[in-house]
Structures are given as C-alpha cells and as structure tokens.
C-alpha cells in the first residue's frame, strides 16, 4: 500500500494523508483553512509505500495534475516497467506521458547485472566482441572493457537493485 501526504501551501490550514486518488479527492474537497477558505493547493509528499513505487513518484515529480496518473501506473504497471519508466523519465529526459504510452517502444537498455565488470564479462560470454577462444579469453582485461563501457553506459541503484543502462 502506497501512503502520501497532501500538504497545503496554506500554512493556516491541515494537510492529510491518504493512499488512492479517490481518497485524495474526497479529502481534498473538504480542505479548508482556519478562515474557512477552501484549499486549492497542496504539495504531494510520499511516506510509506514498496521502495519501486517511492522511484516512481520521484521519477513523476508527483503533484495534483499527475497523481491520477501516478496511482494508475503504480497499479498497473509490473517492478519492470516502473523500473523502465523511471530510468526513461527520471534518467534519460523522456516524457511521462509518451513513456506510459509506449513502454515498449522506449529505447533503452537494461541491464540486471551489478557492475561494468559483470556486463563486460557478459559481453565477452555472448559473443558481442567476435568470436574469442576460450583458451584466449582469461587474458582479456575485463576491467578496461568495463572502462570503456562506462562511456556509453551507466550504473544505477533503483530499489536496492543495481542495473545498468544505456539510454539510446
């Protein structure tokens, strides 16, 4: 369960918390000052939630015109796809709605692996460097490729996971 916070920029009047856009909206209807003006706007602050859905929110820069937005993708979408959207949106400067859109068609690559090293290795292993003899390949220098990659690839922590990206 995801838990926000709606903080007025009333500094007269409450916020709340709530955890869906239903309840946001309910409780953002009855939101009023101490002179009982109706409060119009809030700031949206994440609490508590799974560690995905907190990279997502800050991949969103959630606030009152995308958090409808926020709670659907947070329903619907599966660990890889937040992760694809937040390195998309939060990393590579693409547009949340164009992403939501079309998550496959985002040109990014992904990599479950825990360091340049491991991709190197990888790499090497999956042929992408030709055809190498295995007699040949224990004198690869598998930390100047992992130097090399790192120009075009970058390392990443999202939810306590590492993974390493390219964005294309």
């Given at each position: 369960?995801?838990?926000?916070?709606?903080?007025?920029?009333?500094?007269?009047?409450?916020?709340?918390?709530?955890?869906?856009?239903?309840?946001?909206?309910?409780?953002?209807?009855?939101?009023?000052?101490?002179?009982?003006?109706?409060?119009?706007?809030?700031?949206?602050?994440?609490?508590?939630?799974?560690?995905?859905?907190?990279?997502?929110?800050?991949?969103?820069?959630?606030?009152?015109?995308?958090?409808?937005?926020?709670?659907?993708?947070?329903?619907?979408?599966?660990?890889?796809?937040?992760k694809t959207v937040i390195l998309a949106v939060?990393?590579?400067?693409?547009?949340?709605?164009?992403?939501?859109?079309?998550?496959?068609?985002?040109?990014?690559?992904?990599?479950?692996?825990?360091?340049?090293?491991?991709?190197?290795?990888?790499?090497?292993?999956?042929?992408?460097?030709?055809?190498?003899?295995?007699?040949?390949?224990?004198?690869?220098?598998?930390?100047?490729?992992?130097?090399?990659?790192?120009?075009?690839?970058?390392?990443?922590?999202?939810?306590?996971?590492?993974?390493?990206?390219?964005?294309?």
């Amino acid at each position: 369960m995801t838990y926000l916070f709606a903080q007025p920029y009333d500094i007269s009047a409450q916020g709340f918390y709530f955890s869906d856009f239903e309840d946001y909206q309910t409780k953002a209807a009855k939101a009023v000052n101490s002179y009982g003006q109706r409060v119009e706007e809030f700031e949206i602050q994440f609490i508590d939630g799974d560690d995905i859905d907190c990279e997502l929110a800050k991949a969103y820069g959630i606030n009152q015109a995308n958090l409808k937005s926020y709670f659907s993708a947070v329903d619907e979408l599966d660990d890889d796809e937040k992760k694809t959207v937040i390195l998309a949106v939060g990393e590579c400067g693409y547009d949340i709605e164009r992403v939501l859109g079309h998550i496959g068609g985002v040109d990014l690559d992904i990599y479950y692996v825990s360091s340049m090293r491991e991709l190197a290795e990888q790499f090497v292993e999956e042929g992408l460097f030709g055809e190498i003899p295995e007699r040949l390949q224990y004198y690869l220098d598998y930390d100047a490729i992992a130097r090399d990659l790192s120009v075009d690839y970058t390392e990443t922590v999202i939810a306590g996971e590492t993974l390493i990206y390219r964005c294309a």
